[in-house]
C-alpha cells in the first residue's frame, strides 16, 4: 500500500484533507453566525434582542421598556407611561404590531404637512425596519386616505404576483406632521401554499356576489383575486394555520341599505342609506365565504333626510291625547313648578301637561320629578283617570283625587 510521507496511506490523507476543508467551513460559517445574530437565531429570541429590534424600528432606545404579556408565539413590550405598545414574534423577531394610546397622542395644531409621496416612502421605511422579512420593492398601496382631522396619513400596503393578491397586509398610520408611526399592523402568511388559477370566472363571482347581497339594488364596483387564510376550514379561527389557505374573490358591492333612525319627536323613522358591502367568493366553488359592511353614507347626509326637529332639546312637547273636544293631555320637557328656586327638570325628563284649549291655559299634571319620567297619556273614556307609562311600568292617575297607583300592581 501507497504511504504518505506522513506515514498514513493516501486514502486516508484524502480523507484528511476532506475533514479538514469541512472543519474550516463550519468556522467561518459560525464566524458568520456569530457576527450576524438575526441570521444566527435558531430558537425563541431572548427579551434584550427583542427591546433591540423594538429600538431600530422606532429610530429610539427602547432600553427601558417592559415586557406587558409574554404569549406563546409573541412578546408585547409598552414604555414606561403605559401610552405605547409594540408586539415582537419570539421566532424572528419581527414587529407584528405597534400602537399607540389615542388619548396619549400629542395634539396637532393645523399646519403644513408632509406630502403624500414623503410619507409614503417614510411607511415603507417602518415595513423595511420591521424584520418581517418583506422588500418594499414588492409591496404597493391598496389603499391610502389622509385624514384632515386627526392630520393622519393611512396605508395599507400588499403584494401581487401577476393579477392576484398575496396574503400579505402591512397597516401603517403616520403622523401627518412629523412622519412619526402611529399604528402599525403586519399580518404575513407566506408562502403561498395553493394555486392561482381560479375555477370561477370573474363575471361569475360578481354575479354571486350581487345576488347574496344584503343592500338594495346591488351593483359590483371591484373585484379582486386574492390568497388568504381559509378560515372556513379551520376549528380555531382566532390561530390560523398557514398551511390552510384559499383563492378568493374579493367582490366590492355597493347599494342601499334600510335601518331605523331614532329621532325625538318622530320615534324611529325608516331610512335607506348608501352603503358598501365586501363579499368574499371561493374562487373554485362559488361559494360565499364571508359577507361584511364596510363603508356606510356619512349619518349627517342620512339626518337631512328627516323630518324637521327642534335645534335645542331643552323643551319639545310629544304623544298628544284627546280628553275631550276642548281638552289635550301631552307630555313634555317643560319644568313643572317647583317650590324649590333651584330646581332644574332631570335631563330628557319628560312631565305630562294639560292643555284647555277654550282658555288656552297650560297646567301641570304630574310633575316631572314624580314616578321618573312619565309620558304617553291616555286618558279613559269617562274622563275620571288618565294612564301614562314611566320606567318600563304603567300609572295610572285619578284626576279627582289626585292619587297615582301602578296597573297590575
Not at 3 to 31: A, E, K, N, Q, Y
Not at 177 to 198: F, I, S, W
Not at 233 to 255: C, I
Request: with cysteine; proline share 7%.
Amino acid at each position: 500500500m501507497r504511504r504518505s510521507c506522513l506515514g498514513f496511506p493516501t486514502s486516508s490523507r484524502i480523507g484528511l484533507g476532506l475533514g479538514l476543508i469541512t472543519l474550516v467551513c463550519l468556522v467561518v460559517c459560525g464566524g458568520i453566525r456569530a457576527r450576524d445574530g438575526a441570521l444566527a437565531q435558531t430558537g425563541p429570541i431572548s427579551e434584550h434582542d427583542a427591546l433591540e429590534r423594538v429600538g431600530r424600528f422606532l429610530g429610539t432606545d427602547a432600553s427601558d421598556w417592559r415586557v406587558k404579556y409574554r404569549l406563546h408565539d409573541c412578546y408585547v413590550f409598552e414604555d414606561p407611561e403605559a401610552t405605547h405598545h409594540v408586539k415582537v414574534s419570539k421566532t424572528d423577531g419581527s414587529i407584528k404590531a405597534y400602537h399607540t394610546r389615542k388619548a396619549h397622542r400629542t395634539p396637532r395644531q393645523p399646519r403644513a404637512h408632509l406630502t403624500l409621496e414623503r410619507s409614503q416612502q417614510l411607511a415603507l421605511g417602518y415595513v423595511s425596519r420591521s424584520g418581517a422579512g418583506l422588500s418594499v420593492r414588492v409591496l404597493e398601496p391598496r389603499e391610502q386616505e389622509f385624514d384632515a382631522n386627526e392630520l393622519r396619513f393611512r396605508f395599507l400596503f400588499t403584494s401581487y404576483r401577476g393579477h392576484v393578491e398575496l396574503p400579505v397586509r402591512v397597516e401603517v398610520e403616520l403622523d401627518a406632521t412629523t412622519g412619526e408611526v402611529v399604528d402599525y399592523l403586519a399580518v404575513v402568511h407566506l408562502p403561498v401554499r395553493v394555486g392561482l388559477q381560479p375555477t370561477i370566472s370573474r363575471e361569475r363571482a360578481i354575479a354571486v356576489a350581487t345576488k347574496a347581497s344584503r343592500l338594495e339594488a346591488p351593483q359590483a364596483v371591484a373585484a379582486q383575486l386574492f390568497v388568504w387564510p381559509a378560515y372556513w376550514l379551520m376549528k380555531n379561527p382566532d390561530e390560523p394555520l398557514p398551511q390552510e389557505q384559499g383563492l378568493l374573490w374579493r367582490v366590492t358591492v355597493k347599494g342601499l341599505c334600510e335601518e331605523q333612525v331614532p329621532t325625538a319627536l318622530h320615534g324611529s323613522v325608516p331610512l335607506k342609506r348608501e352603503s358598501t358591502e365586501e363579499m368574499h367568493i371561493d374562487a373554485h366553488t362559488g361559494d360565499v365565504r364571508l359577507s361584511e359592511r364596510v363603508a356606510e353614507e356619512d349619518e349627517r347626509s342620512v339626518r337631512q333626510q328627516l323630518p324637521p326637529e327642534p335645534r335645542h332639546y331643552s323643551v319639545f312637547d310629544q304623544s298628544p291625547a284627546w280628553a275631550s273636544s276642548d281638552m289635550l293631555y301631552f307630555s313634555t320637557t317643560r319644568s313643572t313648578p317647583s317650590d324649590t328656586p333651584d330646581y332644574h327638570r332631570p335631563e330628557r325628563c319628560t312631565s305630562i301637561f294639560r292643555l284647555d284649549l277654550e282658555t288656552g291655559q297650560i297646567s301641570s299634571v304630574i310633575a316631572d320629578a314624580f314616578t321618573f319620567a312619565p309620558s304617553y297619556p291616555a286618558p279613559s273614556p269617562d274622563g275620571r283617570y288618565l294612564a301614562f307609562t314611566y320606567v318600563r311600568n304603567t300609572g295610572l292617575l285619578d284626576l279627582r283625587t289626585g292619587a297615582i297607583g301602578r296597573i297590575g300592581h
